[in-house]
């Protein structure tokens, strides 16, 4: 298993700025992801972070608007930039355990309120 | 349609009723299905996961998968206060490809 840090657990936020948020994992992984939960609906796949290269984003997710670093197999970090409302949401990271099952470790999410 | 579906709840039951979560999916290629149990204000953590189709049990909890009718289940019995919860399912082709989540049910289990 992995233990995933995040920080910051949440944050309150003006309209119009960006926040960094970092994910830190206890071990080198291949596979990390963020994914994005929004109340009431499935935690939805914004993008696999990729170690020494761009991002994979999902439909719907860009780059400019979430911009993602992994400079290695133990960290990374998800921007959400020019945030509005809408933004408002649970960002997790995660990291993939056991290539054959795909089955994934989260950090313990951290909870932006964008007002 | 989505890919997988899941009745958000909540689920109210009393302590040490036999709880049942299920989950409905429509791609016929999933190999793989995790059950994931979310506390408040935590990050989801694996409960069980299961490949092709049957039954696995681990302690009070059992997940079942029913490929046939694209169905899966977490059955847990005696189910105590410290299991209330959102249990999400998720399922996964094989090969390289990211898990689908299912939106997750909600369980509470009234002492």
């Known amino acids: 298993s992995a233990v995933i840090s995040q920080k910051p657990s949440r944050d309150i936020c003006q309209r119009g700025t960006s926040l960094t948020i970092q994910c830190q994992v206890d071990?080198?992984?291949?596979?990390m992801f963020w994914y994005r939960q929004q109340p009431g609906q499935s935690l939805t796949l914004i993008a696999t972070a990729n170690q020494g290269s761009e991002a994979t984003y999902e439909s719907g997710f860009v780059i400019d608007k979430f911009p993602i670093s992994r400079p290695n197999l133990t960290f990374s970090t998800l921007t959400v930039s020019n945030m509005s409302p809408e933004d408002s949401s649970i960002y997790l990271c995660?990291?993939?355990?056991?290539?054959?099952?795909?089955?994934?470790?989260f950090g313990e999410g951290s909870r932006l309120t964008v007002l | 349609q989505k890919e997988v579906e899941q009745d958000p709840g909540p689920l109210s039951v009393p302590e040490g009723a036999i709880v049942s979560l299920n989950c409905t999916y429509s791609n016929s290629a999933f190999q793989y299905f995790m059950w994931y149990r979310q506390y408040s204000r935590k990050g989801p953590e694996l409960l069980m996961y299961?490949?092709?189709?049957g039954n696995k049990e681990d302690g009070r909890f059992t997940a079942q998968v029913d490929k046939s009718s694209k169905y899966i289940s977490l059955f847990i019995r005696d189910s105590q206060p410290s299991d209330s919860a959102t249990y999400l399912c998720?399922?996964?082709?094989?090969?390289?490809?990211?898990?689908?989540f299912g939106k997750g049910t909600m369980l509470l289990v009234s002492p």
């Open positions: 998720a399922c996964r082709n094989s090969g390289y490809s990211t898990l689908t």
């Open positions: 299961t490949y092709s189709s």
């Open positions: 071990s080198q992984v291949t596979m």
């Open positions: 995660s990291a993939q355990g056991n290539s054959n099952t795909g089955e994934l470790f």
